[in-house]
């Protein structure tokens, strides 16, 4: 008997087995190995675990009443819509949907949800859940809301917003916030842009003394110094540039300088997958310095050492004694 049923009349463990919590909220078919697809609609895999089940179940059914038993739909499959709408879950018979009466239910409103695949929008951070038709704002769009807060905080600290030296004040301070985090808007693959060479090279490559300028995630306050930043290539090598570039895409962001160096070697390897990246951070922290215990003198060394400069220490002494030197 082919029959249509919604989620809201689909029992937990049949919602367990039709949503797939690694990739929350994203919801698609899953076998008892999970499916990899993203956005997959269907999967002859992901249905036969729940196709089984339900079989055994007609089966114990039959022999203890001795009477037969409707037959049991087979699992569950996401069936794509048009536009903007959210994909539904219904369970199919025989390979087809049945809809031959034209009619097409809603997919009712449940905490799982899943973003229509082919939107743009499937590993969108913005997505919560029920909220799937919207867009995710630009940034100069969170200037306004900005610019209110900075206002209420001048206002909160007892000072008058609308006196001459304070008027644009929220404005500026709105704009200069997101120049400090511009880090968010940009990705590794932007900023390489190609300029990843083959080259018979593999001797280390050093850059060192990049300034770097970020905001402590702490105290929203700057902290700055210096990037050195040395690789062994693989028959790649990288734009000089792109390593000063790197450093600019994780330092405007609201950090701490752990985090950032070890974020500065990932992203190196995985533009040129070399040898071994290390990278030495030294930075001043305006929160040690103009608050607490004010140590204006204070400096912060972090390193991230990966492969062979972990590895091999006289390649590590080498990365370093090149640092070092002036």
Do not use: W
Request: negative net charge; charged residues 25%; hydrophobic residues 35%.
């Amino acid at each position: 008997m082919s029959f249509t049923r919604q989620l809201s009349e689909m029992s937990a463990s049949e919602l367990n087995d039709a949503i797939d919590d690694t990739n929350f909220p994203q919801a698609h078919i899953l076998s008892r190995g999970r499916n990899n697809s993203v956005c997959s609609t269907s999967s002859t895999s992901g249905t036969s675990s729940l196709a089984d089940r339900q079989q055994n179940q007609t089966e114990e059914a039959t022999a203890i009443a001795g009477t037969p038993v409707e037959e049991v739909a087979p699992a569950p499959a996401l069936v794509p819509v048009a536009g903007n709408q959210r994909p539904r879950l219904i369970l199919k018979t025989n390979g087809s949907s049945p809809d031959s009466d034209g009619t097409q239910p809603k997919t009712p409103m449940t905490p799982r949800t899943s973003t229509t695949p082919g939107s743009g929008h499937e590993k969108c951070t913005f997505h919560h859940d029920l909220e799937l038709d919207h867009k995710p704002p630009t940034r100069e769009a969170l200037l306004p809301d900005m610019a209110r807060s900075y206002r209420l905080l001048l206002g909160g600290l007892g000072e008058n917003p609308d006196r001459q030296g304070l008027i644009k004040t929220p404005e500026r301070a709105a704009k200069a916030m997101l120049y400090f985090t511009k880090g968010y808007d940009q990705s590794l693959e932007d900023v390489l842009n190609g300029a990843v060479f083959d080259e018979d090279h593999d001797e280390m490559v050093v850059v060192k003394d990049i300034e770097m300028f970020s905001m402590c995630e702490h105290h929203l306050v700057p902290f700055y110094g210096k990037v050195s930043i040395g690789y062994l290539p693989c028959n790649k090598i990288l734009g000089l540039s792109k390593l000063a570039r790197i450093v600019e895409i994780f330092s405007r962001r609201l950090q701490v300088q752990e985090r950032l160096t070890k974020q500065i070697a990932v992203a190196v390897t995985q533009a040129v997958q070399p040898a071994g990246v290390a990278v030495v951070v030294e930075g001043v922290h305006m929160c040690m310095v103009m608050r607490g215990v004010q140590k204006i003198n204070s400096k912060t060394v972090t390193s991230t050492m990966l492969g062979v400069f972990r590895d091999d220490p006289k390649t590590r002494e080498e990365f370093l004694n090149l640092v070092n030197s002036k």
